[in-house]
């Protein structure tokens, strides 16, 4: 699963999907399925202003899945509130998290990566 921020990359989303698409393509089975989700369950602007198709709110996310959250350098405040509660409401039950693009940065305010290696954005 995907987490957009308002102002995310279109770059780092479709790098990302790309990548599960032709790893789908060379295996004899579909292998990845990748939901966007948001802090709301609606649609948010990328930085260019396009809105990708969202599947719902981080409270879509269960047990065992993967939630890459892709970040924004400009989170509206109540925004990153209601990200980091369900980031958090998400670790909590037993969701993996990760970031691409400036999403580390979210997760790091979140308290997420409190005791764990990461590498964040440029």
Same mark, same amino acid.
């Given at each position: 699963?995907?987490?957009?921020?308002?102002?995310?990359?279109? +770059?780092? &989303?479709? #790098?990302?999907?790309?990548t599960?698409? %032709?790893?789908?393509? %060379?295996?004899?089975?579909?292998?990845?399925? /990748?939901?966007?989700?948001t802090?709301?369950?609606?649609?948010?602007?990328?930085?260019?202003?396009?809105?990708?198709?969202?599947? #719902?709110?981080? =409270?879509?996310a269960?047990r065992?899945?993967?939630?890459?959250?892709c970040?924004?350098? =400009?989170?509206?405040?109540?925004?990153? &509130?209601?990200?980091? $509660?369900? +980031? $958090?409401?998400?670790?909590?039950?037993?969701?993996? /998290?990760?970031? %691409?693009?400036? #999403?580390?940065? &979210? +997760?790091?305010?979140? #308290?997420?990566?409190?005791? $764990?290696?990461?590498t964040?954005?440029?």
């Amino acid at each position: 699963m995907l987490a957009l921020l308002p102002g995310h990359s279109l +770059l780092s &989303v479709a #790098g990302f999907m790309e990548t599960l698409a %032709l790893a789908n393509r %060379l295996s004899p089975m579909r292998v990845f399925d /990748c939901d966007c989700l948001t802090h709301d369950g609606r649609p948010v602007p990328s930085a260019t202003g396009i809105a990708l198709p969202v599947a #719902g709110g981080l =409270d879509q996310a269960r047990r065992g899945d993967v939630l890459l959250l892709c970040g924004s350098p =400009d989170v509206p405040p109540q925004v990153q &509130v209601t990200m980091t $509660r369900g +980031l $958090r409401m998400a670790a909590r039950h037993g969701v993996h /998290c990760g970031g %691409l693009d400036r #999403g580390a940065e &979210v +997760l790091a305010q979140a #308290g997420l990566l409190k005791g $764990r290696t990461a590498t964040t954005h440029w």
